[in-house]
């Protein structure tokens, strides 16, 4: 299964944006991009996903590379309440029910 | 919104006893999973299910079984328990609109089980 490379860890000041990079030089034309995050305490929570296109919901904006080797999440104004571990992930579209979660970016968010 | 709900937020059992983690989703999903969550090695599956009564292996179901005898309730067994299956353990439920597995539906979780075998 194709694998994703994330930083260890970021920081960003509050109110700023945060771009959180990710690497999937394996990627296959059937895998979808996931990203999670998880809080302090908490189960990870759902974020965004795509496919060939950018993204764009109320939580953030998924940025996927043109080759499809990469993507970068984008948080438009990070707060307080954005720290957490962030987890890139691919999806097969047919083999999709298997997760495969790495150690994902911690970020912390300065005030 | 999807409510995936643990029966436990913290358990405490003795080596060798049988322990039951339950989980109960409500938006009628027919996918369900277990993972469990160690430090470093961030979340590995058990166990999912794609259907009643169906069951397929993760990539780590030693010491593990489980049941789905009700859409919404999946259950995780440790049949006798070790203490090197103290984890967090994580529950969660997804969407299928065709048949069988969809890479393009995101997954739903509960917030966990923190299971200490002594």
């Known amino acids: 299964d194709a694998k994703t490379t994330q930083p260890n860890s970021m920081e960003s000041n509050e109110e700023e944006p945060v771009h959180l990079p990710c690497n999937h030089s394996?990627?296959?034309?059937?895998?979808?991009i996931h990203w999670y995050r998880q809080l302090p305490s908490q189960g990870p929570e759902y974020v965004i996903h795509g496919l060939t296109s950018n993204v764009n919901n109320r939580m953030a904006s998924l940025a996927i590379a043109e080759d499809r080797k990469s993507s970068t999440l984008i948080l438009h104004r990070a707060t307080l309440r954005d720290a957490a571990v962030y987890y890139c992930?691919?999806?097969?579209?047919?083999?999709?029910?298997?997760?495969?979660f790495g150690t994902g970016t911690s970020l912390t968010v300065i005030p | 919104d999807v409510k995936v709900t643990q029966s436990s937020r913290y358990l405490v059992k003795r080596t060798g006893e049988k322990v039951f983690l339950e989980c109960v989703q409500d938006m009628d999903h027919e996918n369900m999973f277990w993972y469990r969550q160690d430090p470093g090695l961030g979340l590995r599956l058990i166990y999912f299910s794609y259907d009643v009564k169906m069951k397929e292996k993760g990539d780590i179901p030693e010491g593990y079984s489980v049941s789905r005898e009700k859409k919404e309730r999946f259950s995780l067994i440790l049949e006798s328990a070790s203490t090197n299956q103290t984890s967090m353990y994580l529950c969660?439920?997804?969407?299928?609109?065709?048949?069988?597995?969809?890479?393009?539906?995101?997954?739903?979780f509960g917030d966990g089980t923190r299971l200490s075998i002594l």
């Open positions: 394996t990627i296959s034309g059937t895998d979808y």
């Open positions: 992930i691919l999806r097969d579209l047919n083999t999709g029910n298997q997760f495969y």
């Open positions: 969660a439920s997804s969407f299928t609109p065709g048949q069988g597995p969809d890479g393009n539906q995101p997954q739903h």
